[in-house]
């Protein structure tokens, strides 16, 4: 049997729109899709006509598949001469743990080739109409996991940037970034938002600094996934919002989901 490959394709933050043409073309093309929770997926049997669908997802703290089990599953289903697309959210090289995957196909010598996808870190403070780089505000942007607590020198090097700060994975996290940020030098007052479940119906941001942004954080309840985004650009994106004088004035504010 003539040996399969695999397609690593990033499926974006979560809605369809968001898909590449390549995406869509990768999966058109499937006969095996791994795919994970963040990922596009409600209408993968149409984008996937011919493919066996395998949920592969993993909720915070919850790994239903581990990662090596999928890495096998990958292996074994492109030695068994399939097209294997292994559809991530996102982009597969941010936090994916694409590469891992790329290595363990090539140390079994399967063919891998990789679709980029429109990343969160990017896409979903968008969706909140924060733009990550404003000139004059800021020229640069980190994007950092917030997985696991930062450290002290990542928390002095990220204060001291004055770069847009993007994190993913942040929310269990978010009192050790933001206390660590401004014990580094970060106003306690500057803008902070947290953008929930971007692109879906469910899409919700909370605007807020860095020192209330705990308590507001809480007082909503707020859940992953979820992308921070720290930095007067949050502030400057809202200007034209009639109650954008609250948030540079220091008050919290709860923008409803639009
Ligand atoms: N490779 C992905 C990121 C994987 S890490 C990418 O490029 O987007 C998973 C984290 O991404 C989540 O914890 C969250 O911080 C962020 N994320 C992904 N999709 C999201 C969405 N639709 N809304 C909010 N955050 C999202």
Do not use: C, D, N, V
């Given at each position: 049997m003539s040996r399969g490959r695999v397609i690593l394709v990033g499926g974006g933050p979560g809605s369809e729109d968001l898909l590449t043409l390549g995406a869509v073309k990768a999966l058109g093309s499937a006969d095996v899709v791994l795919y994970d929770?963040?990922?596009?997926?409600?209408r993968l049997s149409e984008f996937a006509p011919h493919a066996l669908l395998i949920d592969v997802g993993k909720t915070p703290g919850h790994h239903p598949i581990p990662q090596a089990d999928i890495e096998r599953l990958l292996v074994e289903h492109a030695l068994q001469g399939s097209c294997v697309v292994r559809l991530k959210g996102g982009d597969p090289f941010v936090f994916g743990r694409g590469g891992e995957e790329v290595m363990a196909c090539r140390a079994a010598g399967i063919e891998v080739t990789v679709v980029p996808g429109v990343s969160s870190a990017v896409a979903v403070p968008a969706a909140a109409g924060i733009a990550v780089t404003h000139r004059d505000v800021s020229r640069m942007f980190t994007v950092v996991s917030g997985h696991a607590p930062l450290s002290e020198t990542e928390l002095a090097g990220l204060a001291g940037l004055a770069s847009t700060i993007v994190v993913l994975m942040g929310v269990s996290n978010l009192p050790q970034i933001t206390q660590g940020l401004i014990r580094h030098?970060?106003?306690?007052?500057t803008p902070i938002a947290i953008i929930e479940r971007g692109y879906t119906a469910d899409q919700r941001s909370i605007f807020s600094i860095l020192d209330r942004v705990v308590y507001d954080a809480a007082a909503a309840s707020v859940t992953s996934p979820a992308v921070l985004v720290i930095g007067e650009v949050v502030a400057y994106a809202r200007l034209e919002h009639a109650d954008a004088a609250a948030v540079l004035n220091t008050a919290a504010l709860l923008v409803p989901a639009e």
């Open positions: 929770r963040l990922a596009p997926h409600a030098g970060l106003r306690a007052a």
